[in-house]
T-cell receptor, first 119, second 108 residues
């Protein structure tokens, strides 16, 4: 069974500093994908970044990057130059393909990290 | 969260009452999902539908039923609500990054 572990329940970071949110995973499937989501206090789930297990390079999306270390089974989210608006819950998730159609997949989520940016 | 619409956004029920949570997507996606989110536990999959006409259990299906009415709509039904089903419910479609805004459900 797949498992996602986020060991940091909460983090406090000074504004403009970089922050790393930890995520480790466990799967026996050689093909997998990892997602990061942001959930602000308003409650919606916002997709941030995706890394496939066969991707050669670490994924980047603006200020977000994914530090993917396959041998260590870790997929840490790095936020550069943090902003007050980055304060939110962050969830790491792993896709579990269902069926044969590409894009059909369900997610296993970690328990999340609450990030607070201090002015 | 354009594309996935959940109704209602809030609901309070009494124990034993029934209700249906509605979800619709306009992106022509095949698969749809229902998750629940409880404090400290992340999101857990209740049921999913890989395509129109099929549904399957997820991690926590007990106490729920689902209907994939057509390709657009996937509803979640609580037949006899229990306080343990107090949670925030999220619907998602296909590439799971398309989440609805959630339904906050309280059962007294």
């Amino acid at each position: 069974a797949q498992k996602i572990t986020q060991t940091q329940p909460g983090m406090f970071v000074q504004e403009k500093e970089a922050v790393t949110l930890d995520c480790t995973y466990d799967t026996s499937d050689p093909s997998y994908g990892l997602f990061w989501y942001k959930q602000p206090s308003s409650g919606e789930m916002i997709f941030l970044i995706y890394q496939g297990s066969y991707d050669q390079q670490n994924a980047t999306e603006g200020r977000y990057s994914l530090n993917f270390q396959k041998a260590r089974k870790s997929a840490n989210l790095v936020i550069s130059a943090s902003q007050l608006g980055d304060s939110a819950m962050y969830f790491c998730a792993m896709r579990d393909p269902i069926g044969v159609n590409f894009g059909n997949e369900k997610l296993t989520f970690g328990t999340g990290t609450r990030l607070t940016i201090i002015p | 969260n354009a594309g996935v619409t959940q109704t209602p956004k809030f609901q309070v029920l009494k124990t034993g009452q029934s209700m249906t949570l509605q979800c619709a997507q306009d992106m022509n996606h095949n698969s749809m999902y229902w998750y629940r989110q409880d404090p400290g536990m992340g999101l857990r999959l209740i049921y999913y539908s890989a395509s129109e006409g099929t549904t399957d259990k997820g991690e926590v299906p007990n106490g729920y039923n689902v209907s994939r009415l057509n390709k657009r709509e996937f509803s979640l039904r609580l037949e006899s609500a229990a306080p343990s089903q107090t949670s925030v419910y999220f619907c998602a479609s296909n590439q799971p990054q398309h989440f609805g805004d959630g339904t906050r459900l309280s059962i007294l």
